[in-house]
Protein backbone atom coordinates (compact mmCIF):
# COMPACT_ATOMS: atom_id res chain seq x y z
CA UNK A 1 0.00 0.00 0.00
CA UNK A 2 1.27 3.03 -0.35
CA UNK A 3 2.65 5.27 2.24
CA UNK A 4 -0.16 7.88 1.79
CA UNK A 5 -2.38 5.72 2.16
CA UNK A 6 -1.14 4.10 5.49
CA UNK A 7 -4.00 4.58 8.40
CA UNK A 8 -3.13 7.80 10.43
CA UNK A 9 -3.78 8.88 13.83
CA UNK A 10 -5.25 12.24 14.46
CA UNK A 11 -3.46 14.23 16.53
CA UNK A 12 -5.68 16.77 18.96
CA UNK A 13 -8.96 17.23 20.72
CA UNK A 14 -11.95 19.86 18.82
CA UNK A 15 -14.61 21.65 18.74
CA UNK A 16 -16.25 22.03 15.66
CA UNK A 17 -20.16 24.01 15.41
CA UNK A 18 -19.97 23.30 11.93
CA UNK A 19 -17.66 26.79 10.80
CA UNK A 20 -15.15 26.93 13.16
CA UNK A 21 -12.79 24.44 14.37
CA UNK A 22 -11.60 25.22 18.11
CA UNK A 23 -8.89 23.70 19.90
CA UNK A 24 -9.87 21.61 23.10
CA UNK A 25 -7.06 19.92 24.38
CA UNK A 26 -6.64 20.65 28.11
CA UNK A 27 -2.67 20.40 27.52
CA UNK A 28 -2.43 22.66 24.64
CA UNK A 29 -5.73 25.24 24.93
CA UNK A 30 -7.13 27.40 27.82
CA UNK A 31 -9.69 24.67 28.46
CA UNK A 32 -10.83 21.25 27.03
CA UNK A 33 -14.57 20.19 25.63
CA UNK A 34 -16.07 20.39 29.42
CA UNK A 35 -14.70 23.99 30.03
CA UNK A 36 -15.51 25.39 26.64
CA UNK A 37 -19.20 24.21 27.07
CA UNK A 38 -19.52 25.13 30.59
CA UNK A 39 -18.64 28.65 29.59
CA UNK A 40 -21.44 29.10 26.64
CA UNK A 41 -23.85 27.61 29.54
CA UNK A 42 -22.82 29.44 32.53
CA UNK A 43 -22.89 33.08 30.05
CA UNK A 44 -26.61 32.52 29.20
CA UNK A 45 -27.60 32.28 32.60
CA UNK A 46 -25.29 34.74 34.14
CA UNK A 47 -27.13 37.99 33.59
CA UNK A 48 -30.40 36.67 34.35
CA UNK A 49 -28.79 36.00 38.03
CA UNK A 50 -26.99 39.05 38.12
CA UNK A 51 -30.43 40.34 37.55
CA UNK A 52 -31.68 38.57 40.86
CA UNK A 53 -29.12 39.20 42.81
CA UNK A 54 -29.33 43.22 42.26
CA UNK A 55 -32.89 42.81 43.47
CA UNK A 56 -31.66 40.80 46.40
CA UNK A 57 -29.41 43.06 47.50
CA UNK A 58 -31.90 46.20 46.97
CA UNK A 59 -34.31 44.93 49.39
CA UNK A 60 -31.74 44.03 52.19
CA UNK A 61 -29.37 47.40 51.72
CA UNK A 62 -31.90 49.46 53.25
CA UNK A 63 -32.77 47.12 56.21
CA UNK A 64 -31.80 48.04 60.00
CA UNK A 65 -28.48 46.76 60.85
CA UNK A 66 -30.09 45.12 64.32
CA UNK A 67 -32.43 43.32 62.19
CA UNK A 68 -30.58 41.72 59.09
CA UNK A 69 -30.31 37.79 59.61
CA UNK A 70 -27.17 36.56 59.42
CA UNK A 71 -27.50 35.35 55.22
CA UNK A 72 -28.61 39.00 54.94
CA UNK A 73 -25.24 40.35 56.14
CA UNK A 74 -23.18 37.98 54.44
CA UNK A 75 -25.09 38.56 51.22
CA UNK A 76 -24.46 42.75 51.91
CA UNK A 77 -20.69 41.91 51.90
CA UNK A 78 -20.46 38.99 49.52
CA UNK A 79 -23.12 40.17 46.81
CA UNK A 80 -21.71 42.97 45.50
CA UNK A 81 -17.88 41.19 44.68
CA UNK A 82 -19.47 38.66 42.43
CA UNK A 83 -21.80 40.77 40.57
CA UNK A 84 -18.59 42.55 39.77
CA UNK A 85 -16.59 39.05 38.94
CA UNK A 86 -19.22 37.94 36.52
CA UNK A 87 -20.35 41.19 35.05
CA UNK A 88 -16.62 42.05 34.27
CA UNK A 89 -15.55 38.71 33.01
CA UNK A 90 -11.93 38.47 32.20
CA UNK A 91 -11.21 38.33 28.22
CA UNK A 92 -14.44 36.79 27.57
CA UNK A 93 -13.73 33.94 30.55
CA UNK A 94 -16.33 33.15 33.62
CA UNK A 95 -15.18 31.61 36.80
CA UNK A 96 -17.97 28.94 37.01
CA UNK A 97 -16.97 28.46 41.18
CA UNK A 98 -17.90 32.80 41.20
CA UNK A 99 -21.44 31.73 39.90
CA UNK A 100 -22.21 28.89 41.91
CA UNK A 101 -21.13 31.18 44.79
CA UNK A 102 -23.64 33.30 43.54
CA UNK A 103 -27.03 31.15 43.02
CA UNK A 104 -26.07 29.68 46.66
CA UNK A 105 -26.31 32.97 47.96
CA UNK A 106 -29.72 33.57 46.19
CA UNK A 107 -31.52 30.47 47.49
CA UNK A 108 -30.07 31.40 50.96
CA UNK A 109 -31.33 34.41 50.71
CA UNK A 110 -35.05 33.77 48.43
CA UNK A 111 -35.52 30.15 48.49
CA UNK A 112 -38.58 30.90 45.64
CA UNK A 113 -36.60 32.76 43.53
CA UNK A 114 -34.06 30.38 43.47
CA UNK A 115 -36.63 27.81 42.72
CA UNK A 116 -37.55 29.92 39.81
CA UNK A 117 -34.55 30.79 38.65
CA UNK A 118 -33.57 27.18 38.08
CA UNK A 119 -37.20 26.17 36.25
CA UNK A 120 -36.14 28.87 34.07
CA UNK A 121 -33.48 27.95 33.32
CA UNK A 122 -33.67 23.98 33.54
CA UNK A 123 -32.18 23.05 30.42
CA UNK A 124 -28.93 25.25 30.86
CA UNK A 125 -28.75 23.53 34.57
CA UNK A 126 -28.91 19.95 33.24
CA UNK A 127 -26.76 21.29 30.95
CA UNK A 128 -24.08 21.73 33.60
CA UNK A 129 -24.54 17.95 34.92
CA UNK A 130 -22.61 17.13 31.42
CA UNK A 131 -21.44 19.59 29.67
CA UNK A 132 -19.81 17.78 26.64
CA UNK A 133 -23.58 16.00 25.84
CA UNK A 134 -24.71 19.24 26.19
CA UNK A 135 -22.35 20.95 23.58
CA UNK A 136 -23.28 17.91 21.40
CA UNK A 137 -26.85 18.04 21.43
CA UNK A 138 -26.55 21.99 20.40
CA UNK A 139 -25.31 20.42 17.07
CA UNK A 140 -21.06 20.73 17.89
CA UNK A 141 -19.51 17.87 16.90
CA UNK A 142 -16.08 17.15 19.26
CA UNK A 143 -13.04 14.85 18.80
CA UNK A 144 -10.46 13.14 20.44
CA UNK A 145 -7.78 12.03 18.57
CA UNK A 146 -9.45 9.49 15.73
CA UNK A 147 -12.70 9.60 18.19
CA UNK A 148 -15.87 11.83 17.18
CA UNK A 149 -19.09 12.36 19.05
CA UNK A 150 -22.27 13.46 17.60
CA UNK A 151 -25.75 13.73 18.15
CA UNK A 152 -27.49 12.06 15.19
CA UNK A 153 -26.17 10.26 12.47
CA UNK A 154 -27.48 11.01 9.12
CA UNK A 155 -26.32 12.77 5.84
CA UNK A 156 -26.41 16.50 7.29
CA UNK A 157 -24.22 15.02 10.22
CA UNK A 158 -22.17 12.75 7.92
CA UNK A 159 -21.17 16.04 5.43
CA UNK A 160 -20.83 18.34 8.71
CA UNK A 161 -18.49 15.92 10.51
CA UNK A 162 -16.51 15.32 6.75
CA UNK A 163 -16.41 19.32 6.77
CA UNK A 164 -14.78 19.39 9.91
CA UNK A 165 -12.15 16.46 8.98
CA UNK A 166 -11.03 18.54 6.67
CA UNK A 167 -10.52 21.34 8.75
CA UNK A 168 -8.24 19.46 11.04
CA UNK A 169 -6.40 18.18 8.03
CA UNK A 170 -5.92 21.91 6.92
CA UNK A 171 -4.90 22.40 10.68
CA UNK A 172 -2.05 19.84 11.70
CA UNK A 173 -3.09 16.47 10.86
CA UNK A 174 -2.83 14.23 7.96
CA UNK A 175 -5.87 12.49 7.47
CA UNK A 176 -5.31 9.03 4.79
CA UNK A 177 -8.37 7.56 3.01
CA UNK A 178 -7.50 4.44 5.28
CA UNK A 179 -7.65 6.45 8.41
CA UNK A 180 -10.04 5.09 11.09
CA UNK A 181 -12.64 7.30 11.87
CA UNK A 182 -14.43 6.31 15.36
CA UNK A 183 -18.15 7.84 15.62
CA UNK A 184 -20.59 7.93 18.57
CA UNK A 185 -24.05 8.97 18.02
CA UNK A 186 -25.54 10.71 21.63
CA UNK A 187 -29.18 10.29 20.36
CA UNK A 188 -29.58 6.73 19.41
CA UNK A 189 -26.51 5.47 21.32
CA UNK A 190 -24.72 3.59 18.60
CA UNK A 191 -21.21 3.59 17.60
CA UNK A 192 -20.13 3.31 13.76
CA UNK A 193 -16.73 2.64 12.83
CA UNK A 194 -15.58 4.17 8.58
CA UNK A 195 -12.33 5.05 7.30
CA UNK A 196 -12.22 8.78 5.86
CA UNK A 197 -12.52 6.82 2.30
CA UNK A 198 -15.82 5.40 3.01
CA UNK A 199 -16.98 8.45 4.71
CA UNK A 200 -15.91 10.75 1.57
CA UNK A 201 -17.74 7.93 -1.06
CA UNK A 202 -20.90 7.81 1.83
CA UNK A 203 -21.44 11.53 1.19
CA UNK A 204 -21.48 10.93 -2.76
CA UNK A 205 -24.22 8.72 -2.46
CA UNK A 206 -22.48 4.92 -2.25
CA UNK A 207 -24.66 2.63 0.15
CA UNK A 208 -21.34 1.90 1.93
CA UNK A 209 -21.35 -0.61 4.97
CA UNK A 210 -18.90 0.76 7.84
CA UNK A 211 -16.01 -1.52 7.67
CA UNK A 212 -16.96 -3.29 4.11
CA UNK A 213 -14.38 -1.49 1.33
CA UNK A 214 -11.59 -4.11 1.50
CA UNK A 215 -11.62 -5.16 -1.90
CA UNK A 216 -12.11 -4.15 -5.65
CA UNK A 217 -15.12 -6.32 -5.56
CA UNK A 218 -16.94 -4.15 -2.56
CA UNK A 219 -15.81 -0.49 -3.41
CA UNK A 220 -17.94 2.18 -4.96
CA UNK A 221 -15.95 5.34 -5.22
CA UNK A 222 -18.47 7.90 -7.51
CA UNK A 223 -16.88 11.10 -8.88
CA UNK A 224 -17.72 13.56 -11.53
CA UNK A 225 -16.48 16.24 -13.04
CA UNK A 226 -19.17 18.82 -11.94
CA UNK A 227 -17.64 17.82 -8.33
CA UNK A 228 -14.33 19.06 -8.94
CA UNK A 229 -15.71 23.10 -9.23
CA UNK A 230 -15.35 25.28 -6.32
CA UNK A 231 -13.02 25.79 -3.76
CA UNK A 232 -9.94 23.85 -2.24
CA UNK A 233 -11.94 21.64 0.18
CA UNK A 234 -13.36 20.32 -3.46
CA UNK A 235 -9.81 19.74 -4.46
CA UNK A 236 -8.95 18.03 -1.41
CA UNK A 237 -11.81 15.67 -2.00
CA UNK A 238 -10.67 14.97 -5.20
CA UNK A 239 -6.81 14.13 -4.22
CA UNK A 240 -8.01 11.75 -2.07
CA UNK A 241 -10.44 9.97 -4.35
CA UNK A 242 -7.41 9.49 -6.69
CA UNK A 243 -5.46 8.11 -3.73
CA UNK A 244 -8.73 5.73 -2.34
CA UNK A 245 -9.16 4.63 -6.06
CA UNK A 246 -5.61 3.94 -7.00
CA UNK A 247 -5.46 1.44 -3.92
CA UNK A 248 -8.30 -0.32 -4.92
CA UNK A 249 -6.81 -1.40 -8.50
Same mark, same amino acid.
Given at each position: ?????????????????????????????????????????????? /?? %?? $?????? #? +?? &????? =? /?? %?? $?????? #? +?? &????? =??????????????????????????????????????????????????????????????????????????????????????????????????????????????????????????????????????????????????????????????????????
Amino acid at each position: MDEELEPTNIRGEYIWDGSYLSGADIDTNDMGHEGHFEQQIIGTMK /DD %LI $EIAKEE #L +EK &IENLP =E /DE %LT $EDQADA #L +ET &IPEYI =EKLENDYDGYIDASDFHILLRQIKDLNINDYNNFITKNKQYMDGLKDPRKWGVEQGNIISRGNNFEVWGWNDSVKKNLLNMLYEIENSESEITPATEINIHDYASGKNYDFTFGELQSGESGANVIPGAATSKSNVHIPWNRSMLQGDSTNYKTFRNWIKLRESHK
